[in-house]
């Protein structure tokens, strides 16, 4: 069975830095079948994609638009946990974050979020 | 990006109803689309994935149907447990996008 423990502050000021980790447990960051995604949930945007690291042969990152020149998503191989950085933040950056596993491994290539993280609110506010 | 529309954006339903609940996509997704409850404090869960295949664990009253640029999700009899948001959300291509959720109350 899949586990994501998420862990980082609840407050940051804004112009700083957001840093959120997710523990993974029963898979592997490393894994060839899996992503490894961090998504936000505010009242004003819904559900909002953020990012996800994967490896396949290589490490490989991809980011919204919206966030492209601020955030860094980073596997640690060595905790077996991936890091969500999100720089210069601003109140509109207040949300619950989840990091969730992107499936893979399903006949036909796609693929969907099957196991999430608790949730994280995070607070912009000085 | 493609752009996920749901409709009715809320309801109320009596347990045994059957629910109908429409996600439409601005460009076509193929058979990428799942479906996920969420419950209030809680995370996500998913329901449904590649428009029609229920995921372990779910109950078979939930289905899905559809490709292209419009789908459903389907409850054929609501249970109490099953009062919820539900969102659809495409997964053809990144930057991956959800509806903005269908909320199912009691009536």
């Known amino acids: 069975q899949v586990q994501l423990q998420q862990s980082g502050p609840g407050l940051v000021k804004p112009s700083q830095t957001l840093s959120l980790t997710c523990g993974i447990s029963?898979?592997?960051?490393?894994?060839?079948?899996?992503?490894w995604n961090w998504i936000r949930q505010s009242p004003s945007r819904g559900l909002e994609w953020l990012g996800r690291?994967?490896?396949?042969?290589?490490?490989?990152?991809d980011y919204a638009v919206s966030v492209k020149s601020r955030i860094t998503i980073n596997p640690d191989t060595s905790k077996n946990q991936f890091s969500l950085q999100l720089n210069s933040v601003t109140p509109e950056d207040t949300a619950v974050y989840y990091c969730?596993?992107?499936?893979?491994?399903?006949?036909?290539?796609?693929?969907?979020?099957?196991?999430w993280g608790q949730g994280t609110l995070v607070t912009v506010s000085s | 990006d493609i752009q996920m529309t749901q409709s009715p954006s809320s309801l109320s339903a009596s347990v045994g109803d059957r629910v109908t609940i429409t996600c439409r996509a601005s460009q076509s997704s193929s058979s990428y689309l799942n479906w996920y409850q969420q419950k209030p404090g809680k995370a996500p869960k998913l329901l449904i994935y590649?428009?029609?295949s229920l995921q372990s664990g779910v109950p078979s009253r939930f289905s899905g149907s559809g490709s292209g640029t419009d789908f459903t999700l389907t409850i054929s009899s609501l249970q109490p447990e099953d009062f919820a948001t539900y969102y659809c959300q495409q997964s053809y291509s990144t930057p991956f996008t959800f509806g903005p959720g269908t909320k199912v109350d009691i009536k």
């Open positions: 969730a596993r992107e499936a893979d491994y399903r006949p036909g290539a796609t693929t969907d979020f099957d196991y």
């Open positions: 690291t994967y490896y396949r042969s290589k490490w490989y990152n």
């Open positions: 590649a428009a029609s």
């Open positions: 029963g898979d592997s960051v490393s894994s060839n079948s899996a992503a």
